[in-house]
């Protein structure tokens, strides 16, 4: 029963995040601002609404470590499952020449992190630093992106909709119901299999609940490759990063300090700081993820996954 709810959960998590994007971008394109800060909130935001929705419903039943291993265990998945698949069926050509500069705004924060939750916890002033850290990140990408005509084009594309108030807020209904159920769905199940399995909450959170939440994006990603939108594919990768290391864990320090676990610190912050830094030089010169590279990562997540296995 437990593996049922978690799977059912999955679905309606990538069900309802479907239909709040294109009510976010309709209500939005409706309220006067433009596609392209419509289309560029969205990319930052996109595949990050089930990890966040199943992250506030850890919270809630006072699971912070299952939410902690959800949002560094999906920007594993991002970089090593989606990024790394979705080069493999197709070479990802990056226009955007802003990625490589977020990307290591992404790798300094995860190193910032590190340093903060040395003393075994993020304190509510680690929490603000961090949030504070997304804000001029989003706020930089939005002024460098505006510079560059073919990504303004790319992403007003990602965010065209239907703009009728009624449709949209249907839309926004039935995704919070979505959401709602399945994050409640997904928490349940992963804490009941936690005792089949023989794993502690920030492992649960780590392997099933983030992997199985990547996988709808996996599929997202590699239909985008195939239709030559590695901008989109890059940048869902690492704008839903971001969002999972400077909003939702500074967000969760934000509220109240929140304990980090040892390993944490030491394996699984290290795990998505290697996977991040690994594509720094993949996007140098050409701006291109070759199918080769896009094996590595792959590679590079399994390896991950082996040892998280091997040490639960």
Known sequence: MALIQLIAGIILLALGGDSLVKAASGLSRRMGLSPFTTGLVLVAFATSIPELAVNLRAIALGEPALALGNAVGSNIANFGLALGAAALCAPLLVRWKALPALLLCLVLATVATILLAQDGRLSRLDGALLVAAFAVVLGVSWHLGRRQAELRETLEEFARTHTSPALNLLRLAIAAALLWFGARWVVAGALGLG????????????????????????????????????????????????????????????????????????????????????????????????????????????GWLGLELAMS
Request: charged share 10%; hydrophobic share 60%.
């Open 195 to 302: 005792p089949a399995l023989g794993m502690e909450a920030l492992v649960l959170g780590l392997l099933p609940v983030a992997i199985g939440t990547a996988l709808p994006e996996v599929a997202a990603a590699i239909a985008a490759a195939r239709r030559g939108q590695g901008d989109l594919v890059a940048g869902h990768v690492i704008g839903s990063s971001l969002v999972n290391l400077l909003l939702v864990v500074g967000g969760m320090a934000l509220v109240r300090d929140v304990h980090v676990p040892a390993s944490f610190v030491h394996v699984e912050l290290p795990a998505s700081l290697a996977l991040a830094a690994l594509l720094l030089p993949m996007l140098r010169g050409d701006l291109e993820v070759s199918r080769a590279e896009g094996g590595v990562l792959l590679l590079a997540f399994l």
